[in-house]
């Protein structure tokens, strides 16, 4: 059974940063794909950035590029996300996710290519 689990969010001001950490049980990440996502209240699941398996490719959504960094610990088995110059539009709670397929070369920003979720953090920036 795949386990995931988030911890690092908070609260900080505008401009400040965090990093959120994912820790994975059940599976390893190297295997798998592993995404970050987000939403606000009443809003639908976004996407904000991915980890390709094979650790050659990482996407970006635009509102995180320049800003945020995906990286994965495989010894710990662990996905993180550096947040830098963090806004309040980014506040919102914070989702891991691992792709459903084992060695998928698409690195989708669909939320139904990932089987697998956290139960989120919440990332609050203040103005």
């Known amino acids: 059974q795949v386990q995931l689990v988030e911890s690092g969010g908070g609260s900080v001001q505008a401009g400040g940063s965090l990093r959120l950490s994912c820790a994975a049980s059940g599976r390893p990440v190297s295997d798998y794909t592993m995404a970050w996502f987000r939403q606000a209240a009443g809003k639908e699941r976004e996407f904000v950035a991915a980890f390709r398996w094979d650790g050659r490719l990482r996407r970006y959504a635009d509102s995180a590029k320049g800003r945020f960094a995906v990286d994965r610990d495989n010894a710990k088995n662990t996905v993180h996300l550096e947040m830098n110059d963090l806004t309040p539009e980014d506040t919102m709670i914070y989702y891991c996710?691992?792709?459903?397929?084992?060695?998928?070369?698409?690195?989708?920003?669909?939320?139904?290519?990932?089987?697998?979720w956290g139960q989120g953090t919440q990332v609050t920036v203040s103005s």
């Open positions: 996710a691992m792709d459903s397929i084992r060695h998928r070369t698409l690195s989708s920003t669909d939320p139904g290519q990932y089987e697998n």
